[in-house]
């Protein structure tokens, strides 16, 4: 923001943005949020939660936030029935432009819940769901299906559940999840 004092000064490229060092700028805010909580069902099983959301919006020298700032659902931390980024936004089809999944979003939501249990030695099971999405903040034409509308947007919310196993040395927890689609928005 403080580059902005000198916005009279400076460049402007092809695109109307301002320029420090033919580079523009970026103005945006972040903020996301992550709770969690562990219920003990005795001393060796469990139910863990997790709550996350986050929201990002461009503004003055900005039409988007930097792609790495991006949120992005999918993955072994995320809704584990999808590949990393390639979920959502909303129920806006996959982009086949790239060989890799690339969907991003200016919001997240997510819940996840797991069941977590002993089997043997320092095997431990787990059964979890996910739910959530990205989505985007401003609308683009041809892109309608990506928007966060807050009366709608629990209709593009994905859906997956899944099992998985754990390694636990204490120091070192080495996982395996399977995660099924059980609700995809598109």
């Known amino acids: 923001n403080l580059l902005s004092l000198f916005n009279s000064s400076m460049p402007v490229d092809s695109t109307g943005s301002r320029t420090i060092w033919r580079t523009a700028y970026a103005q945006y805010y972040r903020g996301d949020l992550t709770a969690?909580?562990?219920h003990r069902i005795s001393s060796k099983s469990s139910i863990a939660t997790r709550f996350n959301i986050g929201v990002g919006y461009a503004y003055?020298?900005?039409?988007?936030i930097p792609y790495e700032k991006?949120?992005?659902?999918?993955g072994a931390n995320s809704m584990r029935g999808w590949q990393a980024r390639?979920?959502?936004p909303g129920s806006a089809p996959l982009d086949t432009t790239f060989s890799i999944a690339n969907q991003t979003g200016d919001i997240k939501m997510?819940?996840?819940a797991e069941y977590r249990f002993p089997l043997f030695?320092?095997?431990?099971?787990a059964l979890f769901t996910d739910l959530g999405n990205i989505w985007n903040l401003k609308n683009e034409p041809g892109?309608?299906?990506s928007l966060f509308k807050i009366g709608e947007f629990y209709k593009t919310l994905a859906f997956n559940w899944g099992t998985g196993v754990r390694l636990n040395f204490d120091f070192l927890i080495l996982r395996l999840d399977l995660g099924m689609v059980a609700y995809d928005p598109r």
């Open 121 to 125: 030695w320092k095997l431990e099971g």
């Open 110 to 112: 997510e819940f996840n």
């Open 60 to 64: 003055g020298n900005s039409k988007t």
């Open 143 to 145: 892109k309608e299906q």
């Open 36 to 38: 969690g909580y562990t």
């Open 70 to 74: 991006l949120f992005y659902s999918g």
């Open 86 to 88: 390639s979920l959502g």
